[in-house]
């Protein structure tokens, strides 16, 4: 799997969390696997920055999945744990 491919997949699991405890610990299994892969900081800094903005988008693209509340509330968490990384 791709980085890229990882990247898409966490957000879909982050889509579909349904809470912000759960997609909390989606962003916590992903620092794991990250750190487990050996790639390069920057190419990790990146993945992390990739993710912050593109969750964003999908925040605009998928509010008739949850609540508009909800959805921005699991999406507020996320971006708040992701801020950690970089």
Not at 45 to 53: A, G, Q, R, S
Not at 63 to 86: D, P, Q, R
Request: without cysteine; hydrophobic residues 35%; positive net charge.
């Amino acid at each position: 799997m791709t980085i890229n491919e990882y990247l898409n997949l966490l957000i879909k699991e982050i889509r579909n969390s349904g809470n912000e405890g759960m997609a909390i610990e989606i962003i916590k299994k992903a620092q794991i696997n990250i750190t487990k892969s050996k790639i390069r900081k920057e190419t990790e800094d990146k993945f992390w920055i990739d993710l912050y903005n593109k969750i964003g988008i999908e925040d605009q693209l998928s509010t008739e999945s949850y609540g508009v509340s909800a959805l921005s509330n699991i999406i507020s968490a996320v971006k708040s744990e992701i801020s950690k990384k970089v």
